[in-house]
T-cell receptor, first 111, second 112 residues
């Protein structure tokens, strides 16, 4: 079983719609959860992090965490073509600050 | 605030040659990470430094890869000898505290 799993996509949404990206993880002891955006040919860029169960909002982005279900998601409201990228979910393992990344979900926003 | 700096940005070498990558973290960030990202995959941690000490190098292929961070600031990652499967982007990241990491632009390595 992979430690962090994401649907590879591509996920296609029309401009202005809500994009929902999902991630599951295997380590019940994981404490911190991160979403990174990676444009083609570029390095990962931190979007959000979340530590506690529930929702965390930052502008058009909302991260949702459910530790009981070992599930974290990222919602992007009012999606724009500039949001088209690969979204990487990263999770700390039970010990230390080591981040384990999923393979990413490709998002395509069509105008 | 300047971000994480890496050089070179691109490198093409023949298999069995050696190569070195350099990283300068964000000023004041004590923790430095090297990742390998193969096309279509997420970044994989190779080595983590806390100041100039190694915290985790469990996934570093030590028969060919080495890394150092002598003065607790910048770092060098070396591959010797390179194999075809080492073709990837090598990412450096740094963090001030916790696991919140910021990435540099990466070095794209092609091994022919």
């Amino acid at each position: 079983q992979k430690e962090v799993e994401q649907n590879s996509g591509p996920l296609s949404v029309p401009e202005g719609a809500i994009a929902s990206l999902n991630c599951t993880y295997s380590d019940r002891g994981s404490q911190s959860f991160f979403w990174y955006r990676q444009y083609s040919g570029k390095s990962p860029e931190l979007i959000m992090f979340i530590y506690s169960n529930g929702d965390k909002e930052d502008g058009r982005f909302t991260a949702q965490l459910n530790k009981a279900s070992q599930y974290v998601s990222l919602l992007i409201r009012d999606s724009q073509p500039s949001d088209s990228a690969t979204y990487l979910c990263a999770v700390t393992m039970e010990y230390g600050n080591k981040l384990v990344f999923g393979a990413g979900t490709i998002l395509r926003v069509k105008s | 605030e300047a971000g994480v700096a890496q050089s070179p940005r691109y490198k093409i070498i023949e298999k069995r040659q050696s190569v070195a990558f350099w990283c300068n973290p964000i000023s004041g960030h004590a923790t430095l990470y090297w990742y390998q990202q193969i096309l279509g995959q997420g970044p994989k941690l190779l080595i983590q430094f806390q100041n100039n000490g190694v915290v985790d190098d469990s996934q570093l292929p030590k028969d060919r890869f080495s890394a150092e961070r002598l003065k607790g600031v910048d770092s060098t990652l070396k591959i010797q000898p390179a194999k075809l499967e080492d073709s990837a982007v090598y990412l450096c990241a740094s963090s001030l505290y916790g696991a919140t990491q910021y990435f540099g632009p990466g070095t794209r390595l092609t091994v022919l």
